[in-house]
C-alpha cells in the first residue's frame, strides 16, 4: 500500500531553519506531484509548497515565498522542504501529499489523494 512517511519536524527558535523529507513507498513515485501542507491548531489544512513530476515546476503559497524550498529526489522516492527565517505563526503539524492525476503541482488540498501522519514544527518567539 502506498505510504508517506515525514520526518525532519521539531522545536526552532525563530529564524532559524527546519529541513522536512517525506519517504514514499507503494507507488511509482516519479508520476506523483508532491505538495506540503500544513495545519495550526484550530485552524484548516493549508497549501505550503508543491513541485510537478519532474521538479522542474514549483508552486509556494505566498506564506512561504522567499523562505521554504520544495525539492525532490526521485531516485530516492523523496520529497523535502527546506523551511528558513521561521515565524512562530509557521507552528504547524506539515503533511506531504501526493497526487497522480496530473503532472503540474496545484495548491487545492482535494487533488492529494494520498497523504501521511504529519510532523509537527514548533517554532518557539
Known amino acids: 500500500q502506498v505510504q508517506l512517511i515525514e520526518s525532519g519536524g521539531g522545536v526552532v527558535q525563530a529564524g532559524g531553519s527546519l529541513r522536512l523529507s517525506c519517504a514514499a513507498s507503494g507507488l511509482t513515485f516519479s508520476n506523483y506531484v508532491m505538495g506540503w501542507f500544513r495545519q495550526a491548531p484550530g485552524k484548516e489544512r493549508e497549501f505550503v509548497v508543491a513541485i510537478s513530476r519532474s521538479g522542474t515546476i514549483t508552486s509556494t503559497a505566498d506564506s512561504g515565498k522567499g523562505r521554504f524550498t520544495i525539492s525532490r529526489d526521485n531516485a530516492k522516492n523523496t520529497v523535502y522542504l527546506q523551511m528558513n527565517s521561521l515565524k512562530s505563526e509557521d507552528t504547524a503539524v506539515y503533511y506531504c501529499?501526493?497526487?497522480?492525476?496530473?503532472?503540474?503541482?496545484?495548491?487545492?488540498?482535494?487533488?492529494?489523494?494520498?497523504w501521511g501522519p504529519g510532523t509537527q514544527v514548533t517554532v518557539s518567539s
Open positions: 501529499a501526493a497526487d497522480g492525476d496530473r503532472a503540474s503541482p496545484s495548491s487545492s488540498r482535494t487533488r492529494y489523494e494520498y
